[in-house]
């Protein structure tokens, strides 16, 4: 696999073989980013002035489908496909909630994984 480098608005470059869903946290510069390794996938939220403050957050085995912030900014979703759950994140604390078996609940089946599309409703 590729080793690929990308820059956060063109002040810090990142290497990592795969770089998948990113989201900008609301109201702020702060960026989560998924990164997956060796069968693990990986979030971390880079923030600072030249985005060189980076926190790890979580990470599992298989793939994450995709991410998304709460309006308010407190809480990260993280569409967790292999485990087929979803893990909500409370940003400030990094404690965390799980919701699982995400495709018989959406009633999706095996073929098709439930999307994550955002966060409704502030």
């Known amino acids: ?10 002040i810090t470059v990142v290497s990592v073989p795969s770089v998948l869903p990113a989201a900008f946290a609301p109201k ?3 960026l989560a980013l998924v990164t997956y390794t060796v069968g ?8 600072g002035a030249r985005y060189d403050h980076r926190r790890f957050v979580f990470s599992g085995a298989g ?4 991410i998304a912030w709460s309006p308010d900014g407190r809480w990260l979703l993280i569409d967790w496909q292999t485990a087929d759950q979803w893990v ?14 995400i495709g018989n609940t959406f ?8 999307t994550l599309a955002g966060w409704c409703c502030p």
Do not use: C, T, W
């Not at 990986?42 to 923030?47: C, D, F, P, V």
């Open 1 to 10: 696999m590729p080793l690929h480098n990308f820059q956060l608005k063109g």
């Open 88 to 101: 909500f994140i409370r940003s400030a604390a990094v404690r965390r909630i799980d919701v699982r078996n």
């Open 28 to 30: 702020s510069h702060a």
């Open 63 to 66: 793939n994450f489908g995709g």
């Open 107 to 114: 009633d999706s089946g095996p073929e098709h994984h439930a």
């Open 40 to 47: 693990q996938s990986a979030i971390s939220i880079y923030s």
